[in-house]
C-alpha cells in the first residue's frame, strides 16, 4: 500500500545536494487538506486541483476506500513531514511532536472494535491498510527512537528460524495478540515507554507484509525479440522489463496516448517555445512522457488447481519532464502480489494484467500477457547502463576507432563486467570488437527498442537521430538498471555516451573504488568538462601531434576547474554508482531511488551478511545519505567536444565564462592516454 504514495513529482524521494536524501514536506500538506476536502465532498474543486497537483482524485479514493485507508493515508503524510524536519535537524520537541500526531492519526486503527472485536486487525490486514500503518509507526519510532532500530547483528532467530522454533520469545504470536497490548494504553503511554511498544509494531509489521515470491526464482520478462504490446483505449501499452529478485514481482510498462506524428509534433511545440540551446531541433535530446499513473491492475497467475488473482499497484516516478508542468512518468511500474500462502508452488510462466475493479473510471480496459522465465544469466560485479546508440557508420567518420577506444576503455582498462547496449538502428551488430565482447559475455546486446509502438512509425518518419533516439533514453536506463538487478552487484549509470570517461586522476582503481563505497548509499561522480586546447602551450602542441580522432585523452589535455561546479540554470552531469536493487531510474542527474530503499524498517536484506547464527532485526537505514567523490580522486571526464565544435550544452550558459575556458592542464590523462595508445596500438591498426 505504500506504493500509493509515492506517484507524484511531490511524493517521490528524490537525492539532492547536501543532505543527500530530501522528502518534499509539500506532500503532507496537500494530501491532509485533500483529504478533508474529500470529507466534505468537494469533488469539483479538487477535480481542478488535481491537474495542477495530482493529489485531488487519488485522496478522493479515500473517501471510497472508508476511513481506515483514509486515516493510514493522514499518517503516511505526517511521516514524511517528520522525516523532513528529520533533514533539517529540527530539535528532538519537534519530532515528539511529529511523533505524537503519527500516532493519534493511527489510534483509531490501533483499538479499532475494542477489546470486543478481535478480528478488527484481521479485517484491516485483509483490507490492505495494516501493513501499511505499521510501516509507518516502525519508521517513526525509529526517526524518534533510533536505538531501538539497531542495524547490528545480534543472536536473534531470523524469520525462518522463528517459524522452526515458535517457542521463541516474541512481544507477540499474533495480530489479535499484537492488538492486545494496546487495550490500556494510550498515546502518551506509547511515547513514555517505547521499549515495550515499538517492538510490538515492528512484530505487527512483520506480521501484515504481503505474500512473497521466492527468491530463488528470480523471474524476469520472457523475449527473443519484441516487447508485449497491446493497444486500448487510445493508448499503445508496452511491457519493457520484469524482475521478481526482491519479493515482489515488479513488471515495468510505458503508456503512451500519442501516435508518431502526434508525438513528433508536440516535441516540435516544446522546441518552438524553449530555448534549447541547440543549433536546430534535431540536434535536441526530447524525452517523452508515459500515462496511465493513477491505474491499478490485478494480476492473474495460471496454475494446475485453478486461476489465483491478486493485487497489482502502479508506482510511476516523473523524471526529465520536457515541460515543468508535466506531471508524468516515462515509465509506469506495476507490483503483483504473490499469492498468499503455497498456492504458486512453481515459477509462473506467465501473467495477466487486467484492469482492476479498484480502477479509476477513465483507465481504459486492459489485457496485457506478460511471459515469463527464470534469469539463468550468470552473477557479476559490475554492470555499465549507457545510453542508447545509433548511427554507428556516421560516429566512424566523425571520430575514426572512437567506438572501438570507449569499448576498451570500460572492458580492459576499467573492468567493467557487462556493458548493456540499447542500439536504435542495429548499426552496431556488425562492429567487429562489439562481436568480440558479446560472444565473451561482456556485452548485453539489445536492438529491440526501436520496435516499440510508437518508436517504430516515429524513426521511419524522422530517422535516427539525437532529437528522436532520445524519446527512448529514460526507457533504456530504467531497463538496465532492472535488467541488471538480479545479476550485478554494482551499476554505473553512463549517461553521455562516447565523450564520457569515469576516471581516477591518481591511478586508483575501480575495484579499489568499490571496496571503499558503503553498500546502503548512492555514489555521485562529477563530469568535469573537457574542450578545446590553447595551441600556444608547448605542452599541448606536442599532444596534439598524435592520431587527433582515437584518443581523447591527449585531443583534449585540457578541462574547466571543477569548483565551478555544479552550474547555474543547468544539469549537472554526474556519473551514478549503486547496488542495483536501491534504484528504480536515473536519469542525467535525477535519481529516483526505489520505494523500499529510504525505510529503515523496511524487509529488504541487509547487503551486509551476519555471521552463522546472528541476524538483523532491521534491513536499514538505506539510502539516507548520497556521496559525491571527490573530483580530485574520480571523476568522469567530459569531452564535450569529441564530437564536434560545441564549448556550451544550454543557451543559458553562453556567458558563464567559467564554463567555457579549458584552461587547466590535465597530467595525469594525458599520460594515460599515451599508455593507452601504446597498449592498443596493434589492436586499432
Known amino acids: 500500500m505504500l506504493d500509493l504514495f509515492l506517484r507524484r513529482p511531490d511524493e517521490s524521494v528524490r537525492l539532492s545536494e547536501g543532505t543527500g536524501m530530501s522528502i518534499s514536506l509539500q506532500y503532507g500538506r496537500y494530501m491532509q487538506d ?46 514524511w513531514e517528520m522525516i523532513w524536519n528529520s533533514k533539517q535537524e529540527a530539535d ?54 533510533p536505538d531501538l532500530c539497531s542495524t547490528d547483528c545480534m543472536d536473534i532467530p531470523s524469520e525462518a528460524a522463528e517459524e522452526l522454533h515458535p517457542g521463541h520469545t516474541t512481544p507477540c504470536a499474533s495480530l489479535r495478540d499484537c492488538r492486545t497490548v494496546f487495550h490500556d494504553a494510550n498515546p502518551k503511554t506509547v511515547i513514555k515507554l517505547p521499549d515495550r ?66 508525438m513528433l509534433s508536440f516535441h516540435r511545440d516544446i522546441w518552438d517555445r524553449a530555448e534549447r540551446g541547440r543549433a536546430n531541433i534535431d540536434a535536441a535530446d526530447f524525452r517523452i512522457p508515459t500515462e496511465g499513473n493513477l491505474w491499478d491492475f490485478d494480476c492473474q497467475f495460471e496454475t494446475p488447481s485453478g486461476t489465483l488473482r491478486t493485487r497489482g499497484d502502479v508506482v510511476s516516478y516523473p523524471i526529465l519532464s520536457e515541460l515543468p508542468q508535466t506531471q508524468e512518468a516515462p515509465v509506469l511500474i506495476v507490483h503483483c502480489e504473490a ?95 562489439v562481436q568480440e565482447l558479446r560472444a565473451s559475455g561482456r556485452v548485453v546486446y539489445d536492438p529491440f527498442f526501436s520496435s516499440i509502438p510508437p518508436l517504430k512509425d516515429i524513426f521511419a518518419l524522422a530517422g535516427h537521430k539525437t532529437s528522436t533516439a532520445h524519446l527512448a533514453q529514460t526507457l533504456v536506463q530504467h531497463h538496465c538498471w532492472q535488467h541488471a538487478r538480479q545479476t550485478a552487484d554494482w551499476v554505473i549509470s553512463l549517461n553521455h555516451g562516447w565523450d564520457m570517461f569515469l576516471y581516477s586522476p591518481v591511478g586508483s582503481t575501480l575495484q579499489d573504488l568499490l571496496e571503499e563505497l558503503p553498500p546502503d548509499q548512492v555514489t555521485r561522480v562529477l563530469g568535469v568538462r573537457y574542450g578545446e586546447q590553447d595551441s600556444v602551450d608547448s605542452d599541448a602542441q606536442e599532444y596534439a601531434e598524435v592520431t587527433p580522432n582515437v584518443n581523447v585523452f591527449l585531443r583534449f589535455p585540457y578541462h574547466i ?48 551478511p551476519c555471521p552463522n547464527g546472528q541476524s538483523r532485526e532491521f534491513a536499514g537505514p538505506m539510502m539516507h545519505k548520497a556521496r559525491q567523490l571527490d573530483a580530485e580522486k574520480w571523476r568522469a571526464n567530459h569531452y564535450v567536444q569529441a564530437l564536434g565544435g560545441r564549448k556550451v550544452l544550454y543557451r543559458s550558459e553562453e556567458q ?13 590523462a594525458v599520460q594515460l592516454g599515451r599508455e593507452l595508445q601504446d597498449r592498443w596500438r596493434h589492436r586499432l591498426s
Not at 501484515?208 to 483505449?233: K, M, Q
Request: hydrophobic residues 45%; aromatic residues 8%; contains cysteine.
Open 92 to 145: 528532538r520537541g519537534t519530532l515528539v511532536v511529529n511523533y505524537a500526531q503519527v500516532i493519534l492519526a493511527m489510534w483509531d486503527l490501533l483499538v479499532f472494535g475494542g477489546p470486543d472485536n478481535d478480528s478488527a486487525w484481521d479485517e484491516l490486514h485483509d483490507a490492505g491498510v495494516a501493513h501499511l500503518m505499521f510501516t509507518v509507526l516502525v519508521e517513526a519510532s525509529c526517526l524518534l527512537f
Open 339 to 433: 499469492p498468499g500462502g503455497s498456492r504458486l508452488t512453481s515459477p509462473p510462466s506467465s501473467v495477466l494484467l487486467t484492469r482492476s475493479v479498484r480502477s479509476i473510471p477513465d483507465m481504459p480496459s486492459i489485457q496485457l500477457e506478460v511471459p515469463l522465465r527464470e534469469n539463468q544469466r550468470k552473477k557479476v560485479r559490475t554492470a555499465l547502463c549507457n545510453s542508447q546508440v545509433w548511427g554507428s557508420h556516421s560516429l566512424k567518420q566523425l571520430a575514426p576507432d572512437l567506438i572501438e577506444f570507449w569499448f576498451l576503455y570500460y572492458s580492459e582498462y576499467l573492468g567493467i563486467d557487462e556493458i548493456y547496449v540499447y542500439d536504435l538502428d542495429g548499426s552496431f551488430q556488425s562492429i567487429p570488437l
Open 197 to 262: 511498544y515499538v517492538p510490538v509494531f515492528r512484530r505487527a509489521q512483520r506480521l501484515t507484509r504481503p505474500p512473497c515470491f521466492p527468491s530463488r526464482w528470480r523471474l524476469e520478462l520472457d523475449r527473443t525479440s519484441t516487447f508485449p504490446t497491446v493497444a486500448s483505449g487510445g493508448h499503445n501499452v508496452t511491457v519493457i522489463a520484469a524482475d521478481a529478485s526482491h519479493c515482489g514481482l515488479e513488471i515495468s510498462m510505458i503508456a503512451w496516448d500519442l501516435d508518431a506524428a502526434e
Open 561 to 608: 576547474d571543477p569548483g565551478v561546479r555544479p552550474e547555474k540554470n543547468s544539469t549537472e552531469e554526474l556519473v551514478i554508482i549503486a547496488k542495483p536493487s536501491l534504484i528504480a531510474n536515473v536519469a542525467l542527474s535525477a535519481v529516483v531511488v526505489r520505494q523500499e530503499a529510504p525505510l529503515r524498517s523496511n524487509l529488504l536484506e541487509h547487503p551486509l
Open 656 to 668: 558563464m565564462v567559467e564554463l567555457r575556458n579549458f584552461s587547466m592542464f590535465d597530467a595525469a
Open 34 to 79: 485533500h483529504i478533508n476536502a474529500c470529507e466534505h465532498d468537494a469533488g469539483a474543486r479538487l477535480e481542478e486541483q488535481d491537474d495542477e497537483m495530482g493529489a485531488g482524485g487519488l485522496a478522493c479514493l479515500y473517501r471510497i476506500a472508508g476511513w481506515p485507508l483514509r486515516q493510514a493515508a493522514l499518517s503516511t503524510a505526517l511521516l
